[in-house]
């Protein structure tokens, strides 16, 4: 308990300018993340205009009627304890059920990058629903020429099988694939959590090997067990001083016999299947990859029920379905995030820039200039009596209005017009000279002189930047 509260902020301590400048620059992307996410509105406008979707709809608020329901409603009828309305949008178990003139969208971002069935049924149990969204997948997979064609033979003989290792990225298999669209490709594959990492290269010398690996290593660690086949470079003495130097334990599968070492032989052949498959989406080859890698490390395996980035990172990646998901938490810091900002909006004085000021001792708001700002919400004002410091919850702004509106009963403002300065005659009290009497906006404010001077029937009261109180005759109160 003493080591967590030694950790906590401390909630008095004022923010330094860097943090606040942090604040905000990830405030404002927050917000511009928010709001480059159109596909929601679309996702909205879609659902109102299905007819199933929107019967549900109905029904969850009235009351479902098992009289006449069509088959398209029976298998929502089956869920129907499980269909709660969020954001205006149907979900199932945190799923979307996607209306039907989205599905084809949602299902060739399923198959981003070539995916098969298994893997497209795993990425969209996360995600969406609706039904017969399995034998959907199951047509769409077999009806895609690309993947038909490029599809690989069936395996006759078991693979070899590793031991599984204690930690991520503990054992890492490593193999070559290529050439293949003029490149060869680099592949590395995590024992425990499947990730993988592939790299493009011109040449496949054992310098530019160790380079590659080094750049890998340096974001997810050094492993302590490699494993290759005995290609030239993994058997290089270059090579066998780079393990040694790292600590790392080489380990080279048999000779002629590639599938001993076979997740990395796995993985070279969909790497290959999918971007042969992918070659019909005009993409560049760099792009194809892109897509191939996101996919597979986000999709969850059958073995582990869980994606190779949640092994290795802790985490699920996100994903353009993650941002169009409904999320209160979201929706409740976008408005803070909004309104953070309208108040510092509204907070902000310019130097130069006339305002009102009062301190804790004064009575009435006196008119200065704001000299520069200190910090966040402090700034160093110039008064009357010198400069000094200000919350800006002692400031206010200062608005001049250069013509006022006459009132409507114009005998009346004529006539207090001259009676002011009378009783200020008949007083012998000097008028303000630093701030001149103009007309004035007249509200219901109760005024009067003394015993000694006529009480006026009209009320009035003086804009506080054309005059001010301290100037008033001292037997005038406010």
């Not at 099988?161 to 054992?171: K, L, N, Q, T």
């Not at 334990?249 to 969909?270: F, G, I, Q």
């Not at 999918?274 to 792009?287: G, I, V």
């Not at 410091?389 to 207090?416: C, V």
């Amino acid at each position: 308990m003493a080591d967590y509260l030694s950790r906590m902020p401390n909630p008095h301590k004022k923010p330094s300018l860097s943090e606040v400048l942090i604040h905000k620059i990830d405030t404002r992307h927050q917000m511009g993340k928010l709001h480059d996410l159109p596909i929601s509105d679309i996702l909205r406008n879609e659902v109102k205009k299905d007819p199933i979707v929107k019967k549900v709809n109905e029904f969850l608020k009235t009351g479902w009627r098992l009289d006449n329901l069509s088959e398209e409603l029976r298998p929502y009828l089956r869920k129907r304890c499980e269909l709660p309305l969020e954001d205006k949008i149907l979900m199932w178990h945190g799923r979307i059920v996607v209306p039907y003139s989205l599905r084809n969208s949602v299902m060739k971002f399923l198959h981003k990058g070539h995916p098969g069935i298994s893997a497209m049924r795993a990425l969209a149990r996360h995600y969406v629903w609706w039904p017969s969204i399995d034998e959907d997948i199951d047509m769409w997979v077999k009806r895609c020429s690309n993947c038909q064609e490029n599809r690989p033979n069936i395996t006759e003989l078991p693979v070899y099988s590793w031991s599984i290792p204690d930690d991520p990225w503990e054992r890492v298999h490593v193999d070559f694939a290529g050439p293949f669209e003029g490149k060869f490709w680099l592949v590395l594959c995590d024992a425990l959590s499947k990730w993988i990492e592939i790299k493009p290269m011109s040449t496949i010398t054992t310098t530019k090997l160790c380079n590659e690996l080094d750049t890998s290593f340096t974001s997810f660690s050094l492993p302590q067990i490699i494993v290759s086949d005995n290609g030239p470079q993994f058997t290089s003495q270059q090579f066998q001083e780079y393990c040694k130097c790292n600590g790392i334990r080489h380990v080279k599968s048999s000779p002629y016999h590639p599938r001993t070492n076979s997740l990395a032989e796995r993985l070279v052949r969909t790497l290959k299947t999918r971007m042969s498959a992918s070659t019909c989406d005009e993409l560049s080859s760099k792009k194809r990859l892109e897509n191939f890698l996101f996919t597979y490390r986000i999709t969850p395996r059958t073995d582990t029920g869980k994606s190779p980035a949640e092994i290795l990172l802790g985490r699920q990646l996100r994903c353009l379905l993650d941002n169009i998901k409904p999320n209160p938490r979201r929706s409740l810091r976008y408005r803070q995030f909004q309104a953070n900002i309208e108040h510092d909006k509204e907070m902000f004085y310019n130097p130069g820039e006339n305002v009102y000021v009062r301190s804790r001792d004064d009575k009435y708001w006196k008119p200065a200039t704001v000299t520069r700002r200190t910090h966040r919400y402090s700034y160093l004002i110039n008064t009357p009596v010198g400069m000094k410091k200000f919350h800006a919850d002692q400031i206010r702004k200062q608005i001049i209005e250069e013509h006022l509106s006459p009132p409507n009963n114009t005998q009346d403002s004529q006539g207090m017009q001259q009676n002011i300065p009378t009783c200020s005659k008949e007083r012998n009290l000097p008028l303000a000279s630093t701030q001149p009497v103009v007309q004035a906006q007249f509200e219901i404010i109760p005024m009067r002189c003394n015993d000694k001077t006529p009480k006026y029937s009209t009320k009035m009261a003086f804009k506080p930047n054309v005059l001010e109180r301290s100037s008033l005759p001292p037997t005038v109160e406010g």
